[in-house]
């Protein structure tokens, strides 16, 4: 299995910061790594698919970059609604697997 | 816009066997992978399986010998079925569409149902 490791586990930012989300794959996966949003209670949702591409309707404060083994996600201007945990997928060979999760929380 | 509704019981015994069912509405589901995935409560998520709509299913190793996930074309559903659970089952389950095999990353996702599994 390909393992996920997404770094930091949790962070702290104010609103207007720029933030950046680590995913490291165990072996290479080309660009196919998908990125989700989950708030509290609710279902993943899309943000990003193919490492960089902006799924539909997503804001373009959010992109993605990467390839092979190491990935990001990076906000522009971090504002209250983007509070949240965020998750890396592969999908470049099954079982499909995903990283730990990031939390990222009001400083 | 396609959305996904899982529905199936919120408790279920020790060794017996849990089954859920996702409804695909505002699309056909002859077409695309077909996912389920869960999450324990306060954990992060793990991939289940998946059902192409020509019937082909592939499962993680990890629950492989206890899943089973068929589709009910007829009625628009795919349906998950683990056998012998035990509370290391609780979470919360979605089922998700994939777009491809090559591609089978999930959007969108349904709501999400939680199983309990408890005596």
């Known amino acids: 299995d390909i393992q996920m490791t997404q770094s930091p586990s949790s962070l702290s930012a104010s609103v207007g910061d720029r933030v950046t989300i680590t995913c490291r794959a165990s072996?290479?996966?080309?660009?196919?790594l998908a990125w989700f949003q989950q708030k509290p209670g609710k279902a993943p949702k899309s943000l990003i698919y193919?490492?960089?591409s902006l799924q539909s309707g997503v804001p373009l404060k959010f992109s993605g970059s990467g390839s092979g083994t190491d990935f990001t996600l990076t906000i522009s201007s971090l504002q209250p609604e983007d509070f949240a945990t965020y998750y890396c997928?592969?999908?470049?060979?099954?079982?499909?697997?995903f990283g730990g999760g990031t939390k990222v929380e009001i400083k | 816009q396609v959305q996904l509704q899982e529905s199936g019981p919120g408790l279920v015994k020790p060794s017996e066997t849990l089954s859920l069912t996702c409804t695909v509405s505002?699309?056909?589901?002859?077409?695309?992978?077909w996912n389920w995935i869960r999450q324990p409560p306060g954990k992060g998520l793990e991939w289940i399986g998946y059902?192409?709509?020509?019937?082909?299913?592939d499962y993680n190793p990890s629950l492989n010998s206890r899943v089973t996930i068929s589709l009910d074309t007829s009625k628009n559903q795919f349906s998950l079925r683990l056998t012998s659970v035990t509370a290391a089952d609780t979470a919360v389950y979605y089922c998700?569409?994939?777009?491809?095999?090559?591609?089978?990353?999930?959007?969108?996702w349904g709501q999400g149902t939680l199983v309990t599994v408890s005596s």
């Open positions: 059902i192409y709509y020509s019937g082909s299913t």
């Open positions: 505002g699309g056909s589901i002859s077409s695309y992978y």
């Open positions: 998700a569409r994939g777009h491809s095999y090559g591609a089978n990353w999930f959007d969108p």
């Open positions: 072996q290479g996966i080309s660009n196919y």
């Open positions: 997928q592969q999908y470049n060979s099954y079982p499909l697997t």
């Open positions: 193919a490492a960089s």
